[in-house]
């Protein structure tokens, strides 16, 4: 098996998040040859220990000699990560991503490591408000290599959501809601903790809660904090719910339908006939789905896998586009 | 000190919360002796740790003999309290909360403990939802001992602000905000704890960031999250703000001005011209009364203290009466 990927591999895909990294072996038609993972995330890293927190994911895939180009999104390009690849302001075409690039010195001359930039936005009188984002530019560009000319409304969940405009395959303006960290803190770290668990939607009465609290915070978004202390009256007095772990699955139902809810009200005026391009996980944009449903939108999903290795595989067409002009 | 405690002693009050307690040596007419605290609140205690720890807390102040009503509200009538003292339910007459105490067994034979109960709200077609008080029921009390017959609206700020419909000394519905909760854990576990940290707000800037937020959040409740995320990237990016510690201040502010901003949003419908009665603290009623100026109300302000001793009073008084009476 590492034989056949040492001697097929073309380049290396990386997602450097947070709190871990993923990494592809792709071979010259983009097909993936192989995964693998590691928790050494930014925040477990400082700079000089990218390199080797790469070659320990990565290092049985690289051939004997030649070089390899490694494309990494994500947080290995921040301020505090392995060199800063500075963030580009909107509006920012998402095909020209690599040309703001940066290429870390490294100690194995088998690695040619490109660190993709983020996008940032300034507040502005046209309404834009300042804000950031690292990685999902990359899966954003993997839409647009599947879709060139893209225009739309793009939605990647997550523990900070993102929308993003697109028009002709240009990102114009970007808004990110911190739903996914909200939701997590509340359920493990509020007086909520008590009553509410992570819920399938398919367990019992759990999708029928989940779409109902989406309707009430978006239809009152400033009740939001009375709707979250409403969980835990509603677990203290509520005799219409099942008892025991199915009652707090119920309650982390809502509470997931809550914090999601309030995200859609913030986008109201935004959502229109179009459908909404979800980018992520299936289990996640299930629930983005059932919510836009809930509220009369059509949405349909990119997964986001594909989308990341669509968007670091713009960048190495790139490269193997000047290769070929050379 | 102690001596004229023990001689003029009448009754002692009691502030029993989650976190710590609060006792009150209290004379004949109502007035403080003494004071004394404790940081055995109901988290730290077992249902047989009460008696000790207020004993340890208000020991001095028992004279040899006689015994001595201590009238206790708040978490130690709760049901991982000391004792259960029932919800009652709204609408609920405010002078007589005591008839729903509870005296626990005890071992010092000059200690007479009463319980207050909370108050509860059930969901019914008239748009009350799942709700639970337990300690501001008894500030609501003194309110209305100070103020009898009050009619009008109350907002007690806090971890869990309390907004409460009074028509007549009674409490006609009621609605619990997780607003302190929620500025605690995003000041202190979110990503924004690097960005934020507690401002005065007669730091430079913090009352007209306050106050811009403020009105930013309970115009667009629905962007909360947004508006939440926002705080982080403009730590990143908007060169209009002050370096370091000011910085983070002004941050701070803002981010307290959202979460207060978002429950006025959730409320705004029930405000009016008639002015809105703040109990608590005078810092924290300070930014309440402030908020709703922004958006153009007025308010006043009661001591919580005064609120909470006003309120344990009446159910002395109505125990004085008992035995005037018989």
Request: hydrophobic fraction near 45%; proline fraction near 4%.
């Amino acid at each position: 098996m590492s034989d056949e990927v040492r001697n097929r591999l073309a380049w290396i895909a990386v997602d450097w998040g947070s709190s871990n990294l993923r990494a592809w072996a792709m071979d010259e038609r983009d097909e993936v040859l192989s995964r693998a993972s590691s928790d050494k995330g930014m925040l477990a890293l400082t700079a000089g220990g990218y390199e080797p927190a790469l070659l320990e994911t990565i290092g049985d895939w690289l051939p004997a000699t030649g070089r390899v180009p490694v494309w990494v999104c994500g947080m290995a390009g921040a301020r505090q990560g392995w060199q800063e690849a500075a963030y580009l302001p909107v509006p920012a075409r998402l095909g020209e991503l690599a040309k703001a690039a940066v290429a870390p010195a490294v100690n194995e001359p088998r690695l040619d490591v490109r660190l993709l930039p983020g996008l940032c936005q300034h507040a502005d009188p046209a309404g834009r408000t300042f804000d950031v984002m690292r990685g999902e530019e990359t899966q954003l560009a993997g839409l647009v290599a599947r879709e060139p000319g893209f225009t739309g409304l793009v939605c990647l969940p997550g523990t900070h959501a993102k929308w993003a405009w697109l028009e002709e395959g240009s990102v114009t303006r970007f808004a990110t809601h911190l739903t996914g960290e909200l939701y997590r803190l509340l359920a493990s770290q509020s007086v909520l903790k008590h009553s509410v668990a992570d819920a399938e939607l398919d367990a019992p009465g759990c999708r029928e809660a989940f779409v109902a609290a989406v309707r009430e915070a978006s239809a009152e978004p400033g009740r939001f904090g009375q709707q979250l202390f409403g969980l835990r009256a509603a677990d203290l007095l509520d005799d219409t719910l099942p008892s025991g772990a199915a009652r707090h699955a119920r309650l982390g139902a809502r509470l997931s339908g809550l914090a999601i809810g309030l995200e859609l009200a913030g986008m109201r005026h935004d959502l229109s006939d179009a459908a909404v391009t979800l980018i992520g996980s299936e289990a996640l944009c299930t629930r983005y789905t059932l919510a836009l449903e809930a509220l009369g939108h059509d949405s349909r999903r990119l997964d986001g896998e594909a989308a990341v290795l669509a968007g670091l595989g713009l960048a190495q067409a790139g490269l193997r586009q000047q290769g070929d002009d050379s």
